[in-house]
């Protein structure tokens, strides 16, 4: 894929540290745990890990904290062929979740944004030019919101297609919506953002919550309902349903992590939103057969041996 417009992730770099137990404990509660893991983990990376893997061009704009995490986490995004140019590094931690499991699935999390929290508009400056090769920028909301906010503009300004994954779900100006070319909420998310409308019942469809969206104007709405499927709308009068694959889920984290980079890299491929979308499905059903965030990641030719096995037994 040399000579393609590379895709550039801005976006949160977190460590995940992830302790099993019997039972989340109460205040002032000891538990022996079980199991301890660490992952790497954030949005940002997720996302774009999953769009190396595919074997399309991906760059990362955001910052990694100066302690021994963020050295271990670059390596990581590194070895996934993460173009990492702009990410900087600055003084302190970098991002970390701890996380906690119960026996029955159960889990409480704390995020501490660190360096995540550092993300500033001077950095999308800074990185310019990265955004103007860019073939479309991709976003989240685990960086400061007037971070994105401006992103959002120097998009618009530059003509580059700007893609927005609002998790965890924030208020979003008027204006931000406006700049969105696709607005890919999940299920809680677009409940969040549709709710914001007063004449808007938290009983609605996806196609009712879609309408919503596109009248405070985002460009495309898609809509990401877990096994359910997705909801395609734009203002061009795409509106569709597409069904979810039918597989047996290990574990579903950043499922809508992997969908949003193969989105991305659908588009930037030539495909139309309807089959970009449905080759997005592809790959976050792929991704829930396996453990982990990043590590269930497949490849663009794991991807295609499960298209073409999937539609062979289900024609």
Known sequence: ????????????INLDLVAVAEKIPA??????????????GGKGANQAVAIARLGYPVRMIGKLGSDQFGSQLRGHLESARVDLVGVGTSDGPSGVALILV?????????????????????????????????G????????????????SSVCARENVPFILDPAPASKLSQKVLQQVDWFTPNETEAAFYGAENDHHSRSATA????????????????????????????????????????????????????????????????????ESA??????????????????SMPTMAEVNSFMDSYSATHS
């Open 136 to 151: 479309i920028v991709l976003t989240q909301l685990e960086i400061p919101l007037e971070t994105v906010e401006y992103l």
């Open 278 to 295: 449905i080759f997005a499905a592809g790959v976050a059903s792929v991704s829930v057969t396996r453990l982990g965030a990043q590590p």
């Open 27 to 40: 205040i002032g509660e000891t538990v022996i745990g079980t199991d301890f893991q660490i992952h790497p």
């Open 207 to 274: 196609a009712d919550t879609a309408e919503v969206l596109l009248r405070r104007g985002s460009r495309g709405v898609v809509l990401k309902l877990g096994s359910s499927g997705c909801y395609l709308a734009s203002q061009a009068g795409l509106r569709e349903s597409i069904p979810a694959f039918a597989v047996k889920a290990v574990d579903t984290t950043a499922a809508g992590d992997a969908f949003n980079g193969a989105f991305a890299v659908g588009l930037m491929l030539g495909k139309p939103p309807r």
């Open 102 to 134: 119960s026996s029955k699935g159960e889990n409480s999390i704390v995020v501490a944004p660190g360096a995540n929290g550092k993300v500033t508009p001077e950095d999308i400056s800074e990185n310019l030019a990265i955004i103007r090769e860019a």
């Open 1 to 12: 894929m040399l000579g393609k417009k590379p895709i550039v992730v801005v976006g949160s």
